[in-house]
Structures are given as C-alpha cells and as structure tokens.
C-alpha cells in the first residue's frame, strides 16, 4: 500500500501530443440543396493491410518515455512549440509539459478528475475540464509554468474543450446544458446561457465571433457572441461530432443517420452527403475538400459541391483527419493502425506504424513534426530508471520527413535600383515536413529580401540572396543591382505597388488608395491587407481621403493624451466634421481595433446622406446588428461599402481589416457628393 500511494504521488508526467487546429476551406461554390449518393469503387492506391513496412524515408526523431496509465483526450503544442498533455496514473490525474525535443519540460498533480485535452490561449494559459458525474464541475486556468491561475466552477462536469473569442473571452460548456463566457484574466463569468439540453457540449467559433454547437441531439446551433441564439438547424440524427467550419463561413456536421450536413452561416442546408455509415469529425482542405472517417473503415473525400472525390479504404477512424501544412492528409488505419500519408488526390505518399493498441489523433508541430502516441505500455527491458513505474510507461513519438534539396529560381539576378522581384525556392521532397523557407541577404543596403524572397533594390552592387529550408539546407542568387531611370517594376503583370496585394480581393482599391495618398505601406513594401487597424489609423486614412481644410477642435476625450501626435490632427478634424464623438463613458479608444459598425458609421457620415431608422438593412444578419448601426448598414448596403464579408453578411462586431478600410473609404469618395 505505500508503494502505490509513493506511485500515486508521482502522478505527473510528461508527453505531448497536440489538439491542432483543423485547417478550414478556402471559398467555394454553394450548390442546391441536395442529397449525394456515395459511390461504391474504391481509391486504388490502397496497399495491401497485411504486409505492411514502414515508409524508409520517414524519419524517427525521438521517442519519449512518459509515465502515464492513459492519455485524457489529445496532447496539444503551444504556440512556443510546448507539448501539454492531461493524463491519469493510479490515485489521480495530471498535466504534463514537453519540450519540441521530447524532454521533461514539468509536470504537475491534480486533485481532480480531468475531462479533456489541454487548451491552449495565445497568451500561453492552460486550460483543463474537471469534474465527476452528478457533482460540479470547474474549468482549471494555469500559467505557462503550470501554477494554478484560477478555477471557475461550474453546475456539472466540463468534459469539451474551452474556445476562445478573438478579444480573449472564454467559452466553455458544463453538462448541464449550460454555456458560460468567462474573462480570461480572472475566471469570472461574463453571461450565461441555457442550452436546454442536459449534455454535454462541442464548440466551435467563426471568425465573426459566433459559436456553434453540438449536444449529440438532433440539431446544430448557433450562438451569438453576446450569448444570445442566433438560429437551430434541424439534423436527421443525432450529431456525432464537433462541427468543422470553412474559410467562407459553411459549417459541416456529422450525424447518426449516415449523413454528412453543409450549412450556410445564415442556418440554411446546401447539401447533405449519405456515406452509408456512421460518420465521424471531419477537417476541411485549403482547397475547400472535406475529409472524414465512417464506420466502414473509410477516408472519405468531398468535393466543395458535396461530391464524393475518392475514398481510402484504410482510414475509417473515429479520429479526425489532419491536414499537415505541407498539404497531406494524415489518417489513421482503423484497420491496422499505421499511419497513412495521403496526397489531395488520395495517393499513398508514405506509410508507417507503431506499437500501439488504441488510435488516438495525431497531431503535428509548427515545423510541420508529426506526433502520435502509443497506448501500449514499454516492454521491461526498455525501462530501467523508474522502478515501481516501469508498469506505467507510454510512449511519444515525433515523425518527420527531411528535405533533401532546396533549389531557387533565379540563381543569377540583375536589377536596376528601385527595381523589386519575387524569388522562390521549390524543396524535394514535395511531401517534406518542414516546408518552412527563411531569406537573408548578404547586404541589405544593396537589397533587401522579405520573409517571402522579395529583393528590393536599393543601390548599386553584389550581394547573394539565401533561400535556407527548415532543416538546414540552403540554396542561393547572387544579384547584381546597377543603377537605372526606370520605375519599379515586378515579375508579374500585377501593377499593385505592394508585394503581398496580388490576387486579393480588394487590390483595386488598395491601389487606389496608395494613388490617392489615403494610405501607405510598410517598410518591407507590404501593404498587410488582412490585418486590423485602430480607431487612429483609420481616423487617418479618412481624413487623407477627404482633404478638409479645417484646423480640427481641440480634444476632450477622457483619455485624448493616449491619442498618438501621427493622429491628432486628423482626430480633431474628424471630431469637428461630427465623424466622431466617442464612447458614451467619455473615451475615443485611440489604439483599439474598430469594427465593421462603428467603420461604416463614420465613412457613412463623411457622405454626408440623410440616415433614416426603421428600414431594413437588407444584410442576411440584419438581425444582429445594433441599432445605433442600422442607418448606415442601410446605406452601406445600397452603395456595396463594405467588402470582404461573406454571405452577404455584415458581421458589425467584426474587426475591419485594412483592405476594408480602404476599400470603405476608396468607395465612399466614389460616390460623395
């Protein structure tokens, strides 16, 4: 009885393996509603099950002991490439942390029953499910250095994985049905919200903030960030899964009646998929491909329309597929547990298995490392440090396949000063792990590279540009610049005067916005369309489009000494032409990001249009969207002000982008007056 409770009172270790995020769509077709009869023939790259060997060219990096009795749900890597994961040992449970290598970062004891994986904020802050049936249940907050941060108690066990809004609030469900948002910083509850159904919960968030739901009950639900339901949609069976949600809104849900669901954001169906069989969580590809496992054994592969692509006939896991970022599709073989590196066209890339009598979800690193976990204890005679734990050793191991080659474009270059060109480096193989490629230049006051081999021409001379692959092999340009009238040019037909402008949506009106000295970009020649902007930064960009010859009113927000020099003026112009007044406490907020409301409040005001209440906005969430916004979304709506958004959405609690705010203000001068 001592020795066991000596074990017990080492119930900490160490593994990783990771929860990763699975990879959304890019935009797609929508299709009628339909429903999509599988087809029976099988992808035939399937190799044979029985006579299996391990691909000779996936590396083995390491193999980690970890004492533990059993994995609790999944491992997760940070965002500083820690491994955490929750695991049980006899008399408790605990949270272990890993170092990318594989060793013993910490680990920790603790005096609950956890429920789920590690989940893992942008600030580093762990969070885990605790609780047992019929008895509260609480949310436990730790630091990166695994001290107790805080613990917020809840009606019933928490047994799904927190998520996090983008403004760092917590949304958790209990298995009482209800859903509570929670302040990160301390633990206290922001709203709650019945569900009205006694289970528990899978989350999911949208990047317009809000939050879908499954009960495995017989809908799918969504829910606004202010806690309020948004709209249900009837589901045939009962949901099997947490929901998977594409870069253009759709959101995908599996059910018990053998069938997979598109929905729209607006709650409507666009298709639905009968696969025969139960089916499990699906991932979604960049190419809007979605990949699921069904209870017959089989991977299978849609096309965005809800088409079969192909099936794999060894990859049925309950386990979601994961999409590494060198574009392959990881599966595990429900049939003999190995796994399977597939192409998006369903082709074996590499194969390769270990020891394990479970299948748990892989999971991969920042450099693109593969991890799995082995259920199956360590054999004796491979353990000789832990004594009494020998019994209890599990393993993780950390896959990968090296690059071999880097080869670069343009190994040669002449450029005039000012000039700037794209190089690229492709490396072999294709299916590499890492994919990652960092630039440096020899001398960067004769031309600089970006992070995405950009050369900038600065001033006459020789310098030799590397291309270095995440593994260390390198390739090289030797770029010789001379000087020259001609304006600055690009390797592409693309006239856009920034580098990472190519292709996007808004690159007519970003160009044009540079012509009209609204805005800049940055140092590098980006412009960084997808980012946010702040209150001053798109205060600036609307008083450089207008050209008011005003002097501006002197400031009397409660916080006007937080309003930056670069912006004052342009704040004071914009508070004398009634653009702005501030927030009802008294604040401007000058550093905070501004929202698709309070965007197309302003440029609507600087149109100078009479605003009339009451009207329809005509955006498919009309619904969601404030009073105090209303007016403007009517004549955003007439006038197509606000770009960017899908589904004909407004999404006003949305941070705008800087292609919105461009386009916003690009469009509104179109049309003034």
Do not use: C
Request: charged content about 15%; cysteine-free.
């Amino acid at each position: 009885m001592k020795n066991v409770r000596f074990i017990g009172s080492l119930l900490v270790l160490f593994i990783g393996f990771a929860s990763t995020t699975l990879p959304v769509s890019a935009q797609i077709t929508i299709d009628p509603v339909q429903t999509i009869t599988p087809i029976t023939n099988l992808n035939p790259n399937v190799k044979d099950l029985i006579m299996f060997q391990n691909s000779s060219f996936v590396q083995l990096k390491w193999k980690a002991p970890t004492i533990a009795i059993s994995y609790i749900g999944t491992p997760t890597v940070a965002p500083d490439d820690t491994i955490y994961f929750t695991f049980t040992i006899l008399a408790g449970n605990g949270i272990a942390a890993h170092w990318p290598d594989g060793t013993k970062k910490w680990r920790i004891a603790i005096n609950e029953t956890i429920l789920t994986s590690p989940a893992i904020d942008k600030d580093g802050t762990i969070y885990v499910g605790t609780g047992r049936a019929g008895e509260p249940g609480k949310l436990m907050a730790f630091r990166a250095d695994g001290s107790l941060k805080w613990s917020f108690i809840t009606g019933d066990q928490v047994a799904s994985v927190p998520i996090f809004g983008a403004d760092g609030t917590i949304y958790v469900a209990s298995k009482d049905g209800i859903l509570h948002a929670l302040n990160p910083v301390d633990g206290t509850e922001i709203w709650w919200l019945d569900l009205e159904v006694k289970n528990q919960a899978k989350l999911i968030l949208s990047p317009d903030g809000t939050i879908y739901v499954t009960m495995g009950a017989k809908s799918l639900y969504a829910i606004k960030p202010n806690g309020t339901k948004k709209w249900t949609f009837p589901i045939g069976g009962l949901a099997t899964s947490t929901p998977t949600i594409g870069l253009d809104g759709t959101i995908y849900v599996g059910s018990d009646d053998h069938k997979l669901y598109a929905v729209s954001p607006n709650g409507t169906k666009q298709w639905e998929f009968d696969q025969g069989s139960i089916l499990y969580a699906p991932s979604v590809g960049p190419d809007g491909s979605v990949y699921f496992g069904s209870q017959d054994g089989k991977l299978n592969a849609l096309l965005p329309s809800g088409t079969i692509k192909w099936q794999f006939a060894a990859g049925g896991t309950v386990t979601p597929p994961l999409l590494g970022p060198n574009g392959l599709i990881y599966t595990n073989s429900s049939a003999n547990k190995a796994i399977y590196a597939l192409s998006p066209d369903g082709t074996i890339q590499w194969q390769y298995k270990i020891d394990t009598n479970e299948i748990l979800p892989l999971f991969t690193g920042h450099d693109g490392t593969l991890y799995e976990v082995s259920t199956k204890f360590a054999d004796q005679d491979e353990i000789k440090s832990e004594g009494l734990l020998d019994m209890f050793v599990l393993y993780m191991y950390a896959l990968k396949v090296p690059v071999t080659a880097i080869t670069i474009n343009k190994p040669t270059l002449n450029l005039q000063v000012e000039e700037r060109v794209s190089l690229s480096a492709a490396i072999s193989p294709s299916y590499a792990s890492n994919h990652k490629t960092t630039w440096k230049s020899s001398n960067p006051n004769i031309a600089a590279v970006d992070s995405n081999g950009q050369v900038s021409a600065l001033i006459p001379g020789t310098v030799t540009i590397t291309a270095t692959s995440g593994d260390g092999l390198s390739t090289q340009s030797k770029v010789t610049v001379t000087e020259g009238t001609s304006p600055a040019t690009t390797t592409t037909a693309d006239t856009s005067p920034f580098t990472d402008t190519k292709g996007h949506w808004a690159s007519p009106e970003i160009s044009m916005a540079y012509e009209r000295k609204i805005a800049s970009g940055y140092p590098d020649f980006s412009f960084k369309p997808n980012a946010n902007i702040t209150r001053s930064e798109f205060t600036v960009m609307v008083m450089n489009g207008l050209k008011p010859n005003l002097a501006g009113v002197p400031l009397t927000f409660t916080d006007t000494n937080l309003v930056e020099d670069w912006a004052a003026n342009s704040v004071k112009q914009a508070v004398q032409l009634g653009l702005v007044s501030g927030y009802p406490d008294g604040t401007f907020r000058p550093t905070a990001n501004i929202t698709h409301a309070e965007m197309i409040s302003m440029v609507v005001k600087a149109l100078g249009l009479p605003l009339m209440a009451g009207i329809p906005t005509g955006y498919a969430d009309d619904a969601d969207i404030p009073d105090w916004a209303k007016p403007a979304a009517v004549i955003s709506s007439k006038n197509n002000l606000l770009g960017g958004t899908i589904g004909n959405n407004f999404a006003s609690s949305m941070l705008a982008t800087r292609a919105e705010a461009v386009t916003a203000i690009v469009r509104m001068l179109n049309i003034k007056p």
